[in-house]
Antibody, heavy 117, light 110 residues
């Protein structure tokens, strides 16, 4: 079964850091671009970042550039999102998604990140 | 990057059709055929329903169809069923190597 499982979410104070992980199974992870998408109930879905198959190309939404870093370990079938200098407006459910044919075809169940003092 | 514009809500009776619009610009919807639609039930992850404007992934009923004209894409759900009641989001690739999502539409089956 094709599956993505996120972990690492939680409660963090403003200015703090958090590292999200996403473990893939059921497909050849190293053959796909991967992405993070977040959802704040007040703002709907937002694309956060993409990474190519070997990690040499990365793209970020403007509001997280310089604060978030995307990486992957193909040997471990894992995707990571290092989030630094977190702000209240980063509060959201963060989804890991497989990128295919210009879309996001497989999604994880999401992990909640809450930034609050 | 501004979100794509969708109507907040749409509704129809069982068996009827509902069409949801998704309006962007020439830098996203109008410039590329990488428009997708997702269905999301409460507490669940989004599910891909349409990709590349009008293509259906395996397993998606043919009651779901997509189209595009200029800077506006549309999703039509024909023969509405109770399980179609959900939130629907569009997304498009943009000219900044980014993606932008729509504001979301709540579909209610009356």
């Amino acid at each position: 079964e094709v599956q993505l499982v996120e972990s690492g979410g939680g409660l963090v104070q403003p200015g703090g850091s958090l590292r999200l992980s996403c473990t893939a199974s059921g497909f050849t992870f190293s053959s796909y671009w991967m992405s993070w998408v977040r959802q704040d109930p007040g703002r709907g879905l937002e694309w956060v970042a993409n990474i190519n198959q070997d990690g040499t190309e990365k793209y970020y939404m403007d509001s997280v550039k310089g604060r978030f870093t995307l990486s992957r370990d193909n040997a471990m079938n894992s995707l990571y999102l290092q989030m630094n200098s977190l702000r209240a407006d980063d509060t959201a459910v963060y989804y890991c998604a497989r990128k295919w044919a210009g879309t996001f075809d497989i999604w994880g169940q999401g992990t909640m990140v809450t930034v609050s003092s | 990057q501004s979100a794509l514009t969708q109507p907040p809500s749409a509704s129809g009776s069982p068996g009827q059709s509902v069409t949801i619009s998704c309006t962007g610009t020439s830098s996203d919807v109008g410039g590329y055929d990488y428009v997708s639609w997702y269905q999301q039930h409460p507490g669940k992850a989004p599910k891909l329903m349409i990709y590349e404007v009008s293509k259906r992934p395996s397993g998606v009923p043919d009651r779901f169809s997509g189209s595009k004209s200029g800077n506006t894409a549309s999703l039509t759900v024909s023969g509405l069923q109770a399980e179609d009641e959900a939130d629907y989001y569009c997304t498009s690739y943009t000219d900044r190597n980014n993606y932008v999502f729509g504001t979301g539409t709540r579909v209610t089956v009356l």
